[in-house]
């Protein structure tokens, strides 16, 4: 089965530091999607795509988040400014119409 | 709004017990269940769905059966094995069936572990 991608597999960064986590969904997808789980938490929408913009998004995707699909493979999520409650596992997700998300194997961020 | 709450962990159990972990859920229309497993250092990995009333999704050994009557979607295993140990996450999404979203909400997991 097609798998979603994820790098890098683990990102540490300095507080304040910009970072950009890359995904590469399955290629015939339509919709993109990035969650985000806090330590010994639950796994929190942060946002969705399709057609080249956002579709909806979470309280958590503030102005220090902004994802883009530059070149039609990869899917990114970029935090401008790090602070440290940003400290998590990300996941992307993809899916076609009608079907189920695929996830990707997450990106561990640690800012210190 | 929509949510999911589960049962708390951590669950301990012997090899071959049963396993039952409580999801309940609720949503303002005809929502898509799902059971998602995290093996410990590994992403999310869908274990079993069921998109209507009455259906039971089933994988590996696991089964849930989606209750309307009870807003519930309880997994359950006959046996566990020591390989099962993970964290287990109940979700919801509210398809649209035009097809344009599919958000996940999930609960908070259920962290197993299996003894010998």
């Known amino acids: 089965e097609p798998e979603v991608t994820q790098t890098p597999s683990h990102q540490v960064t300095q507080m304040g530091q910009e970072v950009i986590l890359r995904c590469v969904p399955i290629s015939n997808h339509l919709y993109f999607y990035w969650y985000r789980q806090i330590l010994g938490q639950k796994v929190e929408f942060l946002v969705s795509?399709?057609?080249?913009?956002?579709?909806?998004k979470s309280e958590i995707f503030d102005d220090q988040f902004s994802v883009e699909r530059p070149d039609g493979s990869n899917f990114t999520l970029k935090i401008r400014s790090t602070k440290l409650e940003d400290s998590a596992m990300y996941f992307c997700?993809?899916?076609?119409?009608?079907?189920?998300?695929?996830f990707g194997p997450g990106t561990r961020l640690t800012v210190l | 709004g929509n949510s999911v709450t589960q049962m708390e962990g951590p669950v301990t159990l012997s090899e071959e017990a049963f396993l039952t972990i409580n999801c309940t859920y609720t949503a303002t229309g005809y929502p898509s269940l799902f059971w998602y497993v995290q093996y410990p250092g590994e992403g999310l990995q869908l274990l079993l769905k069921a998109t209507k009333a009455d259906d039971k999704g089933s994988n590996k050994g696991f089964e849930a059966t989606y209750r309307k009557e009870t807003t519930s979607f309880h997994l359950e295993k006959g046996s566990v094995q020591v390989s099962d140990s993970a964290v287990y996450f109940c979700?919801?999404?509210?398809?649209?069936?035009?097809?344009?979203?599919?958000?996940?909400?999930f609960g908070k997991g259920t962290k197993l572990s299996v003894k010998p």
């Open positions: 795509f399709y057609n080249n913009e956002i579709s909806e």
């Open positions: 997700a993809s899916k076609q119409t009608g079907a189920r998300a695929l």
């Open positions: 979700a919801l999404s509210e398809e649209n069936y035009g097809g344009s979203q599919g958000n996940l909400i």
